[in-house]
């Protein structure tokens, strides 16, 4: 009965370390920063202008892009390619587009261009 009181103890405590560490991982420490992103937005493709002061961004991760979904009728960005700048913050890669998409745990800023469409973005989680 002592040894399995012991063995219990130690399954337990091993449940809290996993659950207390995974809590507070950095996205950038498990390479995705799905989530929802709110604040300002905006689009344009030369005929259509969308600015919002209170859209959102919803980010996810498919294989090793990245696909931003906006709020309020605004076209998705998708098939971003992404690499790691330091411990907590990635940035926009490759010839998909011209701009900058920088993305950590608490903010994404978007001003990326691609076939004449413009997408912004300064928002926080």
Known sequence: MKSMLKVVSLLLLA?????SCSKSTDPAD?????GTFKGKISYSDGTTNVTKS???VFVTKVGTRYDFRFSDGIPDLTG???EK???NTMVNIGSSGTGVITINKDKLVIGF???NQVWG?????
Do not use: Q
Not at 15 to 19: R, T
């Open 113 to 115: 261009t691609r076939n």
């Open 85 to 87: 700048k330091d411990d």
């Open 15 to 19: 449940v809290l370390l996993f659950a």
């Open 30 to 34: 498990v390479d995705i920063f799905a």
């Open 80 to 82: 971003v390619e992404f």
């Open 54 to 56: 209170d859209g959102s």
């Open 121 to 125: 973005a300064d928002c926080t989680r």
